[in-house]
């Protein structure tokens, strides 16, 4: 009884608030993982997904991947794009973030419009995107030849080089009203107490932000950063709808490449290996993110 | 301090696996969203049980069956139903039921019906993925259950493996060459029939606004499908490429290219979207399927366009396209196959395909199906050159290789003689 009571100590409350959400992860979540990993390890194809035996063959599918060239360049693929995205992503947000914390005519009902690129769904986004890059059609073309910038039009998405551009560019828009919103409710949360003492300290504008804004908006960075990782490595829709994975499979990632392996070409054990890589790369963000916020909450 | 990581460290974890298990089927068990739609099967094996047990079919409940299909355009669907309810007042032992699946899931649906046991009584499906759920072992021997000897002898091998029939060929179609007839007149060109002639007309043809013809060339089963022909007419097989005609058809598309007379941008469009580009009138001839036309008549009613063979190299050669219908084994196989015997008489086969604008399967019904002068018939008359592809269970493969290649030489990151050999690698250790 005595242990029970305990037990029910305020600090562990806490873990019987997350029991429903954890059962619930654990059947959802939990268990079709472990079937993936189960079959990333077999050798499942057309011919015995029903019936047959699905013999282990361990790493097998995985040792195959490495060799598969479609399979490093999606992985290759995937990074940069992520590293890329997030990189503009989150510059242009924070910069649009700043600008809109002013207080000035319209800032708030404009900082609500430019929301919009974040409500569409990712398919509209990326047929809109298609048609701005097409080459004959496309209107990005016919701004740059109406500058002079350009002679021919450029293919953007019929060149291998290009066509990743293109998909950057559309992630790019997409993510910049969600990296700006979090960092401009961050921005929220500094007490304006501080820099008042700062300017009357005598610091200057670039001051106060390399010393209060940035250190003080530490905590919310990390999780934009995390955050904007996770949905930009796990792509998918938009990269289906612009690219398909091509011209000649140089767009694909892991996602569309595990689709593809899995659904289009009857390699369900490979198919859920790629998935699984792509699982563990998140896996290992998330560790470091947990550190990272942990360590904060220590000091 | 320790708890609240373990805390975090859950969330966290959880946090992610949700949404890398919410993009969608990364893994073969996101299954949850089928099951609602596959829960007839199960109920209609018990309630067969039960009427087997004595009571005659008048009394008894009707006993449910269920197709899936990929058609999206309604009038397909329309017709579909309208088959689908005639056959339900005219008996009443089953009750058919037909569900739509997006051509993009169904393979996806099937296969993962087929790994948690729910799946239709009937899939009416894509002809080159038929031997690969054969050789999963989901469909029914229907040998000698049904009459396909009038039967184009194409249709009949997409549904035949190791000399049993595993389908019934729902409708036929196959790939021809449209042509803008005032184009034509104005450059002052005669329809070409062999590639050197195509070639010299798409060049006369070819304007600032027009480019000469147009064919899908997407990186996938529907790329494939317009490719083969051109390898075909030159002796090659799909199995054999890496060779002086393989290379010679590769070259060909790839000069196509370069010429200028083919616009790279096909390898974003879809059979559709070069059916759109035509009827805009940016494109002067296209490599097509008849289902365009009924489209093409209501959207582009004053443009003058015809039909003819696909020019050829050494022979000609289209590809075969089509649904086949399948019975799952496992579901209620005596009711889809009461279903089929209704849905491919004469008559039903005859609505059918009118409204599909498919031609028939069959030899007599599609001999007398159209009149001399409709766009239909050259079809008719390209069917005798159309093979299919495959069959074969690893076609997806094979087909990946080849629209590949076809890629690489469209988009000049490979020549010709690479992309043949890489094919043929490929295909190699797929096939031998």
Known sequence: ?299 | MKKRKITALLTALTMTAGILAGCGGTGNDAAAPAAPAADNAPAAQESSKEESGGEAASGGEAQAITIWYYWETEGHQVALDQVIQEYNGSQSQYEVTAKYVPFADFKKQLSIGASADELPDIAILDSPDHASYVEMGIFEDLTGKFDVSNYYEGTVNSCTVDGKLYGVPFGANCLALYYNEDMLTAAGCSVPTTWDELKETAKALTTDSVTGLALCSVQNEEGTFNFVPWLWSTGATSYDINNENGIRALTFIQDLINEGVMSKECINWTQGDVMNQFISGNVAMMENGPWQIPTMQSEAPDLNWKVTLIPKDAEYASVLGGENYAVINGGNVDGALDFLTYATSEEKVKFLMDKFGYISADKNIAGSQFAADSPYQPFVEELNYAMPRGPLAEWPSVSDAISLAFNQVITGTATPEDAAADAQATIDGIVK
Request: glycine share 6%.
């Open chain 1, 1 to 299: 009884m005595a242990k029970l009571k305990k037990f029910f100590r305020y600090e562990n409350v806490g873990l019987l608030f997350v029991l429903p959400a954890f059962l619930y992860m654990l059947v959802f979540v939990g268990y079709p993982i472990i079937r993936n990993i189960i079959l990333s390890f077999q050798d499942v194809n057309a011919g015995n997904l029903v019936r047959g035996t699905k013999n282990f063959i361990l790493f097998d599918n995985y040792l195959e991947l490495f060799k598969d060239s479609v399979f490093t360049t999606s992985l290759w693929n995937t990074l940069r794009y992520t590293v890329l995205c997030l990189v503009f992503q989150f510059v242009i947000g924070f910069a649009l973030a700043l600008f809109f914390s002013q207080r000035f005519a319209l800032a708030k009902p404009v900082r609500g419009i430019l929301l919009v690129p974040w409500m569409i769904p990712v398919t509209v986004t990326a047929l809109m995107f298609k048609l701005l890059f097409a080459t004959d059609i496309g209107v990005i073309n016919f701004i740059l030849r109406s500058l002079h910038l350009i002679d021919q039009n450029i293919e953007w998405l019929t060149t291998p080089g290009t066509a990743m551009f293109a998909l950057i560019c559309a992630n790019v828009w997409i993510g910049i009203p969600f990296n700006m919103i979090l960092i401009s409710t961050g921005l929220t949360t500094i007490p304006k107490e501080l820099y008042e003492s700062a300017s009357i300290d005598g610091a200057g504008k670039v001051q106060t932000f390399w010393k209060i804004t940035l250190p003080l908006l530490k905590p919310t960075i990390e999780s934009v950063l995390i955050l904007g990782f996770i949905y930009t490595f796990k792509v998918y829709d938009l990269v289906y709808v612009m690219t398909s994975g091509g011209p000649v499979n140089s767009t694909h990632m892991l996602s569309t490449y595990s689709y593809k392996l899995s659904f289009e070409m009857f390699k369900y054990s490979k198919g859920s290996a790629v998935a699984n890589v792509l699982l563990v790369i998140l896996l290992i963000v998330g560790v470091f993110y947990i550190k990272a916020t942990t360590e904060g909450e220590e000091e």
